[in-house]
């Protein structure tokens, strides 16, 4: 068997031992390292290579934002700002059809700009609204399906870990990623909040409404959210403008919500020792698989499997747009059943390279930027597609009486919005990178 034989067996195999529940660093660090050992022919280049990949990996820079942004996310939770968010916006619209709701997903997106994480951002606001939705008096279908829903906004709107890897897996600027990937973020949180108007306008039962705020009220809940806006803009907009780089802009974000968190007396030495070993936790399991990811992009380096597969569809003459909505169809359907960093690790550098080569009208920039966001985007509207998108057991989870059915009915019309906007994105680059050009 030669080495592309190799390489194209190498992807099943590796689909299957994840399938069978084996952690998917470490499958694909095995599969790397045993397919490097049969292209080298020996162990001794294999040897070689182990002394050097863990520290060549690790030891760049631009991977310490990762713990930073997952340390303030911690110190986000733990200085009460979901609940504050999710007061602030449930104060102005809490009282219209669908207001709570639509606050609940307003609240999704401001703690996903300070938290990156899906899974985490669905966990947190899951805990903090769904005991308001039920007092609301909201069916557990839609409760359900618009907390899965909104927290796939905590790796879209940045920052977002996701983001970070595929610019290090792509060499794209970071900034410009985080830019690119702001207005389709509102765009997805809008969507949503459309999806529940219409929600409640066909089945009126579905959703109650609470009592009006007065001003006084509402200025109160505005007071408790304003450091997070602040901290917002100081973290992207000093990244964006150049002011500092995105490692420090991460640094910055951690140690200012750290200060909010101490301030608001969320911080204890037992909370901040468990915010440290959490953010610990979540950083050797994304290390890992980096790891694992690095070992298996190696081998198909080697055999060059990428090289052949972008030179196989230019040849074919395959128009751009047919290769790229096989592409996003393929993230769709595994993104149900990979979380979403294995997913870019595993597939950006086979997948990369084809797109880079196909003429859409855009700079080489343009299109690696433009296609960064897609996937960022198919693979969030996996997070949610029935029957295993992960957001939708992590609000099984926390709601055991909505009934499995049920969470899936209630999700699929904001899998419908999700696809229509990715439709819109994929036919108007332009909605993507106009930031760019400022």
């Known amino acids: 068997m030669d080495a592309l034989q190799l390489a194209a067996w190498s992807f099943p195999v590796l689909l299957l031992l994840i399938f069978l529940r084996v952690p998917i660093g470490l499958a694909m660090l095995v599969i790397g390292l ?42 986000a939770t733990l200085g009460g700002m979901s609940r504050a968010l999710f007061k602030a916006a449930e104060a102005f619209i809490g009282h219209r ?70 610019a290090i897996l792509a060499e794209q600027n970071i900034a410009k990623l985080f830019a690119a990937a702001f207005v389709p973020g509102i765009l997805a949180a809008l969507g ?119 030179g196989w569809v230019g040849d074919q003459g395959f128009a751009p747009y047919t290769v790229l909505a096989a592409v996003l169809l393929f993230y769709l359907v595994f993104g149900c059943v990979m979380d979403s960093l294995s997913m870019i690790l595993l597939t950006v550098p086979i997948f990369f390279p084809m797109i880079s080569g196909l003429d859409f009208g855009l700079t080489p920039e343009e299109t690696a930027i433009w296609f960064g966001v897609l996937v960022l985007i198919v693979v969030e509207v996996g997070l949610i597609t029935p029957p295993v998108g992960m957001n939708l057991f992590i609000i099984q989870s926390m709601a055991p009486d909505i009934p499995i059915r049920d969470t899936y009915r209630g999700v699929l019309p904001f899998v419908a919005s999700d696809l229509l906007r990715v439709a819109v994105l994929v036919g108007f680059p332009a909605i993507t990178l106009f930031v760019l050009r400022f």
């Not at 020996?42 to 340390?71: C, D, W």
């Not at 609204?129 to 927290?151: I, Q």
């Not at 909010?260 to 890992?288: H, K, P």
């Open 192 to 310: 949503y909040m459309v999806v529940i108007n219409l929600y409640v306008r066909i089945s009126p039962a579905s959703a109650g409404q609470i009592e009006r705020l007065g001003w006084r009220d509402r200025g109160r809940a505005i007071a408790a959210v304003w450091p997070v806006i602040v901290i917002f803009m100081i973290v992207i907009g000093g990244i964006y403008t150049g002011i500092f780089t995105p490692t420090e802009g991460a640094a910055v974000g951690a140690v200012s919500t750290g200060l909010l968190a101490w301030q608001r007396r969320g911080l204890s030495r037992r909370r901040v020792r468990a915010a440290f070993e959490a953010t610990a936790g979540g950083t050797a399991m994304i290390f890992m698989i980096v790891l694992g990811a690095a070992a298996y992009n190696t081998f198909l380096a080697l055999s060059q499997l990428p090289q052949e597969l972008a």
């Open 97 to 166: 059809r669908g207001g709570v709701g639509m606050a609940a997903i307003g609240a999704c997106a401001g703690f996903g700009s300070i938290c990156g994480s899906s899974l985490a951002t669905a966990a947190t606001m899951g805990q903090v609204a769904l005991p308001e939705l039920k007092r609301a008096g909201y069916s557990g279908a839609l409760s359900a399906g618009l907390l899965a829903a909104g927290g796939t906004l905590g790796i879209l709107i940045p920052p977002s870990i996701v983001l970070v890897i595929y």
């Open 34 to 75: 045993v397919g490097s050992w049969q292209v080298f022919g020996s162990a001794a280049p294999l040897l070689n290579q182990l002394k050097t990949l863990a520290y060549s990996q690790f030891s760049s820079h631009s991977l310490s934002i990762v713990p930073l942004f997952l340390l303030m996310g911690q110190f």
